[in-house]
Antibody, heavy 120, light 108 residues
Framework: EVQLVQSGAEVKKPGESLKISCKGS????????IGWVRQMPGKGLEWMGI????????RYSPSFQGQVTISADKSISTVYLQWTSLQASDTAMYYC?????????????WGRGTLVTVSS | SYDLTQPPSVSVSPGQTARISCSGD??????AYWYQQKPGQAPVLIIY???ERPSGIPERFSGSSSGTTVTLTISGVQAEDEADYHC???????????FGGGTKLTVL
């Protein structure tokens, strides 16, 4: 059974950089696309982007293209979400999630979330 | 703003049927997916490819599709079904995913 384990909560100041992680376990992890979903406080889910760790093929929502970077290190079954300059509006819960299917971009495997708080 | 449109809230009494709609142009050529999210928890996939139910999801959850609108139906609603429900699809070209704004289901 594949599981996704996310890194812990972060508190950062505006302008700081951040990289959060999502580590997969299980034999089938290498077959998964892993994506990131943002949920701002009291709001709905937002699809940010997705990557195939095997070859780092990635897709981004236009809303997040250029705002974040999704990367992967297949040798340690880990996917990352990175910011170079955080803003208060980046305060949210970030979920990593996985799918075996290319092109449908839904998720049947979820991490427990990483809470990112950006405040001066 | 969200690419898919859902009602913010739906209320039903226990045992009744709840219907939650989700509309968007991309739904004419892209599948829809539904997630249930309870407070403090990650979402759970409950419907995929418009009408399919993952293993372990109760039969009272079903999905349907017609044109630019998809509908999640919960038959015989139970108190434990009180949650937020999110629809999801892909953009019309299938390049990236999109979500609706979510619907809060209240069981009276």
């Amino acid at each position: 059974e594949v599981q996704l384990v996310q890194s812990g909560a972060e508190v950062k100041k505006p302008g700081e950089s951040l990289k959060i992680s999502c580590k997969g376990s299980g034999d089938r992890f290498s077959n998964y696309w892993i994506g990131w979903v943002r949920q701002m406080p009291g709001k709905g889910l937002e699809w940010m982007g997705i990557i195939f760790p095997g070859d780092s093929d990635s897709r981004y929502s236009p809303s997040f293209q250029g705002q974040v970077t999704i990367s992967a290190d297949k040798s340690i079954s880990t996917v990352y979400l990175q910011w170079t300059s955080l803003q208060a509006s980046d305060t949210a819960m970030y979920y990593c999630a996985g799918t075996l299917e290319t092109g449908n971009w839904y998720f049947d495997l979820w991490g427990r979330g990483t809470l990112v708080t950006v405040s001066s | 703003s969200y690419d898919l449109t859902q009602p913010p809230s739906v209320s039903v009494s226990p045992g009744q049927t709840a219907r939650i709609s989700c509309s968007g142009d991309a739904l004419t050529n892209q599948y829809a997916y539904w997630y249930q999210q309870k407070p403090g928890q990650a979402p759970v996939l409950i419907i995929y490819k418009d009408t399919e139910r993952p293993s372990g999801i109760p039969e009272r959850f079903s999905g349907s599709s017609s044109g630019t609108t998809v509908t999640l139906t919960i038959s015989g609603v139970q108190a434990e079904d009180e949650a937020d429900y999110h629809c999801q699809s892909a953009d019309s070209s299938g390049i990236y995913g999109v979500f609706g704004g979510g619907t809060k289901l209240t069981v009276l």
